[in-house]
């Protein structure tokens, strides 16, 4: 910069490919700012700005300087907040792509229940050609667990589809054509109607290990599971358990308690459960960097930052 005032520093700690569309981003769109790739040999930056999934361990000393972190994900559950100094803004990441994907993810997921797809992939197996009845959308009744951005979303595109949506949240949530539900009082009146349950939950203290024995029995027999929250929250005995009664009929599981699992692990090759790696969602690189442009420049003029995360819900 001809002023001779120091170009501000991103700092960027993630998959080196998608760093390489970050990098391009930056070159074309934002020469003011400095992007720099971290590595664990490299000395302290000086970077006021950090990008990461998982900051560097010793993050006082690696990033000094530090005044904002960008999570790379919607959710910031994962992160060790007490860690984090409390001068530097946490600011999760809110891309439409990442929101979009999710949407799709869980539709499919629904729909492959609602029309018994685990069943008939079971029957392909086996040999069988036996035809199930056709139930219709809106006589079917999904529950959605986590009413933020992503499952605010989901929900509502599922009520787009015809069907009976109902939702549940830590706190009162209002949504159009969705029946809402909150706290661990209005929990049981929830799940007694949801033939197939959405998690989108954040990872608490309070939702770890929420789905599990007692979650399951409350649902109406035969009901379906999705989550794509996170592997904490199934108690994967009680799954496994719930699966082997016909209490949970199938599942869909994008995430699970360990990843990778074993070969091995029960659920992965369970005949009812259709699993996949942990990508029901990402963020989108090319529009992820964009976000973060737009942060920098608003802090830099000593503006507000949007999708600052407030520590004390840790979401």
């Not at 009976?164 to 049981?188: D, H, M, N, Q, Y």
């Not at 259709?274 to 963020?283: D, G, K, L, R």
């Amino acid at each position: 910069m001809g002023d001779g005032t120091a170009r501000p520093t991103l700092l960027y700690k993630s998959d080196p490919i998608r760093g390489a569309v970050w990098d391009r981003v930056f070159r074309e769109e934002a020469p003011d700012i400095a992007l720099q790739v971290w590595s664990p040999d490299a000395p302290p930056s000086d970077a006021a700005y950090l990008v990461a999934w998982i900051p560097p361990e010793d993050l006082e000393r690696s990033v000094p300087k530090l005044e904002v972190l960008f999570g790379l994900g919607a959710g910031v559950d994962h992160l060790k907040l007490d860690r984090l100094p409390p001068r530097v803004q946490l600011v999760r990441m809110v891309d439409p792509d990442l929101t979009r994907s999710m949407v799709e993810y869980v539709l499919y997921a629904v729909l492959a229940l609602h029309r018994d797809i685990p069943a008939y992939l079971a029957d392909q197996r086996e040999g069988r050609w036996a035809p199930r009845p056709v139930r219709r959308a809106p006589d079917r009744t999904v529950g959605v667990m986590g009413l933020g951005v992503l499952g605010r979303a989901a929900a509502e595109a599922l009520r787009g589809l015809g069907f009976a949506v109902r939702g549940w949240s830590a706190s009162e949530k209002s949504i159009p054509g969705v029946t809402c539900f909150a706290g661990t009082t209005g929990l049981p009146d929830f799940l007694q109607g949801c033939e197939i349950l959405v998690c989108l939950l954040p990872l608490t203290d309070a939702t770890r290990g929420l789905l599990n024995a007692a979650v399951f029995s409350a649902l109406p027999a035969g009901a379906g599971l999705v989550n794509v929250g996170r592997g904490g929250h199934v108690v994967e005995a009680d799954l496994l358990a719930a699966l082997e009664s016909g209490q949970v009929s199938a599942a869909m599981l994008d995430v699970l308690a360990t990843e990778p699992p074993a070969p091995d692990h029960p659920l992965l090759r369970h005949p009812r459960v259709m699993p996949t790696p942990h990508v029901a969602s990402a963020t989108h690189p090319e529009s992820a960097a964009r976000q973060v442009i737009r942060a920098i420049r608003r802090h830099q003029d000593r503006l507000p930052l949007e999708n600052v995360v407030d520590r004390r819900q840790t979401y």
